[in-house]
């Protein structure tokens, strides 16, 4: 789920960032109208992948999905938790008729990637997880990809962006600007705020380690039901992304990247120097389309608090008709045109 910001800073921005943002959208309208238009389709449409590979990239074997031509321009489309890569099963399709290639990874500790030594840490740290996919990238060859995401995908593309913008032609990041620090996860928020975050306190103890990796399902499925209250997805669209939860190191991933965000857990040294420019909350100058949904009811700001952290091309869009956290699964017309159309810009 999205990382906390401190809510208080919306106060800052003030009508300066509002009137920027609507000068953005102005200028870049130009550049939506003239973009291909993405086919109307009912969500739930595709259950599967006609592709699935695996690489070794870093220090993982990646399996990832793969659908348009292998010369098509490189899109990388990046899951969240408790998700998995079904978050796109009907974005890549779409994508890939619109001639694009489209790569689908299961990030560390879902799916069908392992990690290749036994003595690797299973670090879920935010920048560890934006190496593997800067790796993944090399394995592939892919030199520059518009990369896009939601929830922990979001945060992965936007630390991308941030730290290493020429591997990154555009971005789409659902709810905005999500890269934090460990200092920024130890600033109290209002207990309204707090409240939202409460799976990650309880993943501060014993107990939640234990409760989640015993009832990961049942948890997983509370989670999506709470974030989208307005998503009437089946038992079977549900049941094809738990399966990715049975991964051996999903539940120390998951363990590590909340408790690592509160401070209560050490990241791997390597890391330290993109921890640090993390931390600084780099702007973000790649351009970029940011999403949210209209009854999106995890964590997440007002887009007028991040408006500011985008310096290229930039627009937001609100997605209606009761459109929870999981976007580009309850919506997956309106985000590959998000994509198509920031890569137009």
Same mark, same amino acid.
């Given at each position: 789920?999205?990382?906390?910001?401190?809510?208080?800073?919306?106060?800052?921005?003030?009508?300066?960032?509002?009137?920027?943002?609507?000068?953005?959208?102005?200028?870049?309208?130009?550049?939506?109208?003239?973009?291909?238009?993405?086919?109307?389709? $009912?969500?739930?449409?595709?259950?599967?992948?006609?592709?699935?590979?695996?690489?070794?990239?870093?220090?993982?074997?990646?399996? *990832?999905?793969?659908?348009?031509?292998?010369? =098509?321009?490189?899109?990388?489309?990046?899951?969240?938790?408790?998700?998995?890569?079904?978050?796109?099963?009907?974005?890549?399709?779409?994508?890939? %008729?619109?001639?694009?290639? /489209?790569?689908?990874? *299961?990030?560390?500790?879902?799916?069908?990637?392992?990690?290749? %030594?036994?003595?690797?840490?299973?670090?879920?740290?935010?920048?560890?997880?934006? /190496?593997?996919?800067?790796? #993944?990238?090399?394995?592939?060859?892919?030199?520059?990809?518009?990369?896009?995401?939601?929830?922990?995908?979001?945060?992965?593309?936007?630390?991308?962006?941030? #730290?290493?913008?020429?591997?990154?032609?555009?971005?789409?990041?659902?709810?905005?600007?999500?890269?934090? %620090?460990?200092?920024?996860?130890?600033?109290? #928020?209002?207990?309204?705020?707090?409240?939202?975050?409460?799976?990650?306190?309880?993943?501060?103890?014993?107990?939640?380690?234990?409760?989640?990796?015993?009832?990961?399902?049942?948890?997983? $499925?509370?989670?999506?039901?709470?974030? %989208?209250? $307005?998503?009437?997805?089946?038992?079977?669209?549900?049941? &094809?992304?738990?399966?990715?939860?049975?991964?051996?190191?999903?539940?120390?991933?998951?363990?590590?990247?909340?408790?690592?965000?509160?401070?209560?857990?050490?990241?791997?040294?390597?890391?330290?120097?993109?921890?640090?420019? #993390?931390?600084?909350?780099?702007?973000?100058?790649?351009?970029?389309?940011?999403?949210? =949904?209209?009854?999106?009811?995890?964590?997440?700001?007002?887009?007028?608090?991040?408006?500011?952290?985008?310096?290229?091309?930039?627009?937001? &869009?609100?997605?209606?008709? =009761?459109?929870?956290?999981?976007?580009?699964?309850?919506?997956?017309?309106?985000?590959?045109?998000?994509?198509?159309?920031?890569?137009?810009?």
């Amino acid at each position: 789920m999205a990382e906390p910001i401190n809510h208080n800073r919306r106060r800052l921005l003030g009508t300066a960032v509002l009137t920027l943002a609507a000068a953005e959208l102005t200028m870049i309208g130009s550049a939506d109208a003239q973009s291909k238009t993405i086919k109307p389709i $009912k969500p739930g449409t595709n259950t599967s992948f006609g592709s699935m590979k695996q690489i070794d990239a870093g220090v993982l074997n990646v399996g *990832y999905a793969e659908a348009g031509p292998d010369n =098509g321009p490189p899109v990388i489309l990046l899951h969240g938790w408790p998700y998995d890569i079904h978050t796109y099963v009907d974005v890549a399709p779409l994508l890939a %008729s619109a001639g694009y290639r /489209v790569i689908v990874p *299961y990030l560390r500790g879902y799916g069908s990637t392992r990690f290749l %030594s036994n003595g690797t840490l299973r670090n879920g740290q935010p920048a560890a997880v934006a /190496v593997d996919i800067i790796a #993944l990238m090399d394995a592939l060859k892919i030199g520059k990809a518009t990369v896009a995401g939601c929830d922990w995908g979001a945060r992965t593309a936007n630390i991308m962006a941030a #730290l290493w913008p020429e591997r990154c032609k555009a971005m789409v990041s659902v709810s905005g600007y999500l890269i934090g %620090s460990q200092e920024a996860g130890k600033m109290p #928020l209002p207990p309204r705020n707090e409240l939202e975050w409460w799976y990650q306190f309880y993943f501060a103890t014993e107990r939640g380690r234990v409760g989640y990796d015993k009832y990961r399902h049942d948890f997983a $499925k509370l989670i999506w039901q709470i974030a %989208s209250p $307005k998503w009437n997805f089946d038992d079977a669209t549900f049941d &094809r992304s738990a399966a990715s939860f049975n991964n051996p190191d999903h539940v120390s991933i998951v363990i590590h990247n909340y408790r690592w965000r509160l401070a209560l857990a050490e990241g791997e040294p390597k890391y330290a120097d993109l921890d640090k420019r #993390l931390a600084e909350g780099p702007v973000i100058t790649v351009p970029t389309i940011t999403m949210e =949904g209209d009854a999106n009811r995890a964590p997440h700001l007002d887009p007028s608090a991040y408006a500011k952290k985008f310096s290229g091309k930039y627009s937001h &869009r609100l997605i209606e008709g =009761g459109i929870g956290h999981n976007l580009p699964q309850e919506a997956p017309q309106a985000f590959a045109q998000a994509v198509v159309d920031v890569d137009g810009y």
